[in-house]
């Protein structure tokens, strides 16, 4: 199998993770505040609004359903450091190489397990993480097992009452599959929010899709600040206008889920 982590010519110990011709993340272990995909700035976004704010004598959880080149569990720990990830990642050639070319270093609070999302989230006891993020990916494509209402049944139960579950999924308006799994979101927690750029809402080109759900309250005017002054600033749609967007979409179930676009 080829290597996926490719050295960035510029940046000395850099790489990015490819999937194919498609760059899926980016890893600078000299400086893992350095995020160089837009969706991965929501996402890290979203949880320094949410549970990060959480205090500091707190003992927090993380779980991660994809690994890549752990961009997110080492800004997490460069952010709140010892908190405690568990990465579930079952493509063993690929952690091998972040192992060899990107190796952690010593005594963070972030664990790889060679084990397919759905297998083991369901592994885990009650009310276990503070938040689930779902950036998993097999051949650019987010796996069918992880879209269903199903899954999504094992994962609600792990998370603690006010914890976060956050999605990176991908997709084109007008958005058949990501209405579907984020429908199924939606029946499932209090509060949900779905961000993208407006030129991937408005059907330009296919693109990335945030979504966040919580049982509290998720702080969307932070986090429209926040997204506003980025680079390519993303569009949020909650409440009223969510549910517009949604019109009554029918959740994936495992006898009929596929794969993303």
């Known amino acids: 199998m080829p290597d996926r982590l490719t050295p960035d010519p ?30 991965v700035q929501r996402l890290t976004e979203a949880l ?21 080149g752990l961009t997110i569990p080492r800004w997490v720990e460069a952010r709140r450091p010892h908190t405690a990830q568990l990465v579930l990642e079952p493509d063993a050639d690929l952690t091998a190489e972040v192992r060899r070319k990107l190796p952690l270093p010593r005594g963070t609070g972030i664990k790889v397990r060679e084990v397919g999302g759905r297998e083991g989230i369901a592994a885990m006891p009650p009310d276990y993480a503070d938040a689930v993020i779902l950036d998993a990916y097999a051949d650019a494509l987010v796996p069918a097992e992880l879209t269903t209402g199903e899954f999504l049944d094992e994962v609600r139960p792990r998370l603690r009452a006010d914890g976060l579950f956050a999605a990176n999924v991908t997709d084109k308006a007008p958005f ?73 979409a029918v ?11």
């Open 10 to 39: 510029a940046t000395p110990g850099a790489f990015s993770v490819l999937f194919g011709d498609t760059a899926q993340s980016y890893v600078d272990p000299a400086d893992p505040y350095r995020l160089e995909f837009e969706y």
């Open 176 to 248: 058949f599959w990501a209405k579907r799994f984020v429908g199924g979101v939606a029946a499932r927690w209090a509060s949900v929010l779905v961000s993208a750029e407006p030129a991937v809402w408005k059907g330009r080109r296919f693109g990335n899709l945030i979504v966040l759900a919580s049982d509290a309250a998720l702080p969307l005017p932070d986090l429209e600040r926040t997204a506003a002054r980025a680079a390519f600033p993303y569009r949020h749609l909650a409440g009223r206008e969510l549910r517009r967007w949604l019109g009554g």
């Open 251 to 261: 959740e994936w179930s495992d006898a009929d889920a596929q794969p993303s676009p």
């Open 48 to 68: 320094d609004a949410t549970v990060l704010r959480r205090p500091d004598d707190v003992r927090l959880r993380v779980v991660h359903i994809g690994g890549a």
